[in-house]
Every structure is written in C-alpha cells, then in structure tokens.
C-alpha cells in the first residue's frame, strides 16, 4: 500500500469516522421526533436531512415503524370515508341535548 492514494484515503476515513461519532447521533432523531416527523410527512414534503434521520430511525426502532403504519391507515380511512368521521363527530349538540345537558347541571348532577 501507500502511493498518492492512501493519505487521500485516511483523511476520508477520518472524516466518516468524525461523522458517524458527532453527526450520526445528532442526525438520529428520537422517538418523539421521529413521531413528530411521520406525521409530518404526511402533510408536507420533508428535507432531505429530516427524511434521512427518519429513515434511519425507523430501520432501528419497531415502534416507530408500527406508529407510521397506524397514522398512514388513519389518514386513508379518513380520506376514503370523510362522511364516517363528520358523523361520528357531531358538529354541534340538537336542543333536545343542549337541555337534558342544562337541567342536569342545573340539578347538580
Ligand atoms: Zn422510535
């Protein structure tokens, strides 16, 4: 070995082994950022240093790939069937409620 190369080579080496001490750990998002990140990915485009911590996250952490699989299936079945969810929420409460809800306070129940 040796020639024009391998200083060129041990400089790189050096460098990626600078990297992955300081840089690796901080590109590593936590589990709460990573969570964050899902769902921020499914309302926006990512950068490319988020998509990546994320990305390496989830090839290390089950809980977190499990999470994204529950958000993306809540964010489908919300898109496929928008009249489920507005009638599960309902808007506002029917009089004959807003009452029974009235009395019962009143009642100090
Ligand atoms: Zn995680």
Not at 2 to 28: D, M
Not at 37 to 46: I, K, P, R, T, V
Not at 57 to 71: D, F, N, P, S, V
Request: hydrophobic content about 35%; charged content about 30%; overall charge positive.
């Amino acid at each position: 070995m040796g020639g024009p190369f391998a200083a060129e080579a041990k400089t790189i080496l050096k460098k990626i082994s600078a990297l992955l001490k300081s840089g690796f750990y901080t590109l590593l998002p936590t589990c709460r950022d990573a969570s964050r990140l899902q769902s921020e990915a499914l309302d926006e485009h990512l950068s490319f240093s988020k998509r990546l911590g994320l990305s390496l996250h989830l090839l290390i952490c089950k809980w977190c790939r499990r999470y994204g699989k529950q958000i993306r299936f809540l964010r489908d079945a919300a898109h496929e069937h928008p009249e489920n969810l507005s009638d599960a929420v309902p808007q506002k409460l029917s009089n004959e409620a807003r009452e029974r809800i009235k009395r019962r306070l009143q009642a100090g129940e």
